[in-house]
Structure formats: structure tokens, C-alpha cells
């Protein structure tokens, strides 16, 4: 019987790799979700925390996580609005720069070490199927989402529905 494939383990097994060839002296706010949360900051310097939070596609409180260990290690500084203290500028700071040119120096002596043993025509087929299953699972989680939302509207209308129907009980008894 031929040999299985296991897309996924095959995945997980390239990123436990990727994760391993990381330099030890990159330290982990330089990792990859704070170094996009970092590159993020630096082309939209001066944003505010709820766009930013859009523009990453996570919950606003996972996001002060992220911006508190980047201030804390100098890489951003957040500043109060002056015309509305209830929102915060973020800002990259001379040492998030620094930080994002070693992670960019790292990242290509690791896109080497990985990419070496491929011909061009491996490397473009390959790019071409990792953005292919990206696009499909993006896909599905949209559609998860809009149903969800109709499952939630559904539900909403279903509630409205009973309790209008047991408000004309009442007024029907009383």
C-alpha cells in the first residue's frame, strides 16, 4: 500500500523546523506575530489600537497583550489622544526599527537555509499550493462566520417571535 500523506502533520513539521532555526539571539519579540504587529505599526505609524486590532484580526484585548510586551522592551511608545484621552496613538520607537531590521536579516538567512534545497519551479509550485489551501481555509472561516451570524439573527427572531407570541397570551388572558 502506498505511502499516506498528512498535509497537515507535513505543515506542522515545516513550522516546528522554521521555529527551530531561529536565531537564540532573536529574542521573542521579534517572533513573527510581534514582528507583523511591529511592521504594522511602522507603515501606519501614529494608529489607533482598534485599527490596529482590525488590521491583525484579533480581539482588542489580545492585542494589549501584544502592545504591552512591545512597549515594555522600548520597541513602542502609545500616546494619549489630545482631544480625547479615550484613545491611544501607537507609535514605533528608534529601537522597534532596529528590531525589525534584525528580524529582516534573520528571516532571510532562514528563508535561505529553507529555500536552498528547492529548483525555482519547487519553490513557485510550492507557493502556489500553501496559497491555495491559505485561500481555502480563509474561505471556510468566512462562511463559518456568516453562518454563525444567521444562526445568531435566526435565534434572535425565533426569541422575538416567542416572546411576542407569549405577550399576545398575556393580553389575550388578561
Known amino acids: 500500500m502506498g505511502r499516506k500523506y498528512d498535509i497537515l502533520d ?3 513539521r515545516l513550522e516546528r523546523n522554521i521555529k527551530r532555526k531561529s536565531s537564540p539571539t532573536m ?3 521579534y517572533g513573527r506575530s510581534n514582528g507583523k504587529t511591529l511592521r504594522l505599526i511602522e507603515k501606519n505609524d501614529g494608529i489607533v489600537a482598534n485599527d ?5 484580526d484579533i480581539r482588542p484585548s489580545s492585542l494589549t497583550h501584544k502592545l504591552n510586551m512591545l512597549e ?3 520597541n513602542i511608545r502609545r500616546v494619549r489622544d489630545r482631544r480625547d ?11 522597534g526599527r532596529e528590531a525589525l531590521v534584525i528580524r529582516d536579516q534573520e528571516r532571510e538567512l532562514i528563508k ?3 529555500s536552498d534545497c528547492l529548483s525555482e519551479e519547487e519553490k513557485e509550485m510550492f507557493c502556489e499550493i500553501c496559497n ?5 481555509l480563509e474561505k471556510i472561516r ?3 462566520k456568516a453562518l454563525h451570524a444567521d444562526i445568531v439573527i435566526l435565534n434572535n427572531e425565533k426569541q422575538n417571535q416567542e416572546e411576542t407570541e407569549i405577550d399576545e397570551e398575556a393580553n389575550n388572558i388578561g
Open 27 to 29: 529574542p521573542d519579540t
Open 85 to 95: 484621552a479615550r484613545i491611544v496613538h501607537i507609535y514605533i520607537t528608534d529601537k
Open 132 to 136: 491555495r489551501l491559505s485561500d481555502s
Open 72 to 74: 515594555q522592551d522600548g
Open 52 to 56: 490596529l486590532a482590525l488590521l491583525l
Open 112 to 114: 535561505r537555509d529553507f
Open 142 to 144: 468566512e462562511e463559518n
Open 10 to 12: 507535513t505543515i506542522q
